[in-house]
């Protein structure tokens, strides 16, 4: 219960350093995704314009900036790690357009802006998903700071999480499996561990490659980063539930109106929020096992926890 | 005009022997094919059955076997190149089943069966061309047969000309914003370069790339694939002005009645059928540039004018 001793303000305190430490990967983050995407003056503009769209929609970067704490944890510079980074936030940006489609989730609203589709046709938010995802493995083979076998790993990592059937792609294909109809606790797990477990364990296990971690400290950020992930779906979950969409910035609700699965809708709201704080406990217990500081990576898992609080 | 100065005897002996070698090809990529993609009993079993119906729906194997001839002109082994050859033909394969949805040319029939989305659902069929795309990636990256600067390499390849704004998606745009309205000589070149020209090119570059050819050689190997490319497209385009849907296996006449822009619309198909000659002429040239000899790669060429005729 190490990590649930500390007093009140300590923990605030965490919150504000995580804050802070998101702010400024955010920026430069930014500022590197803005390198790596043709700019929206070039042909053909309706898809660039599309991709930015969705790329600068004021997402949260909560992945790449993970993957950056892990990899600074270990001693990696920014140099090594930006190109990955943005890698990742790169597809999920494009899994979040797709899923927005209206054969896939049909939402119209997302990070307080029109959904790619609303905005620009179906048919150009199809190819600025598919552009996303070829435009992240791209930049990784093509990252001069890292050499070819740190990319060829990063990258087989990369779309083991996206794909199927461990990744990204399989959870979402669970997810579409169990709309309308009632699941198990672990049905609920199967899809979240696959639909965003893994694209964040995936970068937290980036970072400590690219720095040239040992495996002992890999898999407990692994292990690490796979709480922080249950953590997050299940604030995700309640935000849904007790948010305005002004604060949410989508449609909430909108999860429980669908008869999607989620952890309020199986173990309540009270149980939810118990077992979110188990999560960011046992988060936090595997980088007790590691013997370099992880500060922010602890912080991390302590604001993902204060979201809905 | 070396490459026309053969007897039809000769040139329909080089019309067999690409059939002969593309029919062998087809068999070893399809094992390979079938050994890279989770099988259908693997959950989630409805995603990968949509992968497998699309991916094994009969398809000539073209681009894969154009690696692995250009590859093995050069002195590779199988070993080498098949992943990568198999990557290329499952980034066609996702595109043609993304080019297929409602949203997109809504096609429902293709290589003489349902399309994915008429046999699994929309949202499965967009899953499954996301999934394809990233086995694609990772298929190249996990090829323990190749050293980890060539694996990046052929990503790089890869990424470049699938994507935007240099590759595949950026023509799938193109011809989107082209449909319903006439379109000049050289908006119709733009289209078939990026959409379809890329791939192809990128396909004959990563074959001579995996061997270690010189960058002399690889420049006309880019440029013998990309005349091959243009000559492909034309007698595609011929293909659905002249044949039955038994024959072509997709629905016939329809780039006529969307109003696609087609060699034959632009042209006539007396023209189209010399554009095509001319660009199987140009083709052969550029390997008349290369010392070794490239047997295989100048049949497929005259293997692809034969498809019209």
Redo the contacts between chains.
Sequence with gaps: MKAFSKSPTAAADEVEAARSFLARASVIIDAKLHELV?VET???T???QA?RWSLFAGGKRLRPALLLAAGEAFGATHDGLLRSACAFEMVHT?SLI?DD?P??DDDSLRRGRSTCHVQF????A??A???L???A??AI??DENL???K???V??E???A????D?M??G???D??AESRSVSVQELETIHQHKTGALIRACARCGAIIAGASEHDIENISAYAAHLGLLFQITDDLLDVTSTAEDLGKTPGKDARSQKATYPALYGIEKAHSLAERACEEACAHLDRIETPTPVLRSIARFVLARTT
């Excluded at 996206?162 to 059937?165: I, K, L, N, V, Y």
């Design positions: 043709p070039r042909a053909p309706h898809l660039h991709i494009y797709h489609l054969a896939m046709g179906e048919a150009t199809i190819l998903g598919d552009a995802q070829t435009l493995f791209g083979a093509e050499d070819s076998d990319r060829v790993r990258i087989s990369l779309a083991r996206a794909g199927t059937p990744g792609i399989a979402q294909c669970y579409l499996a």
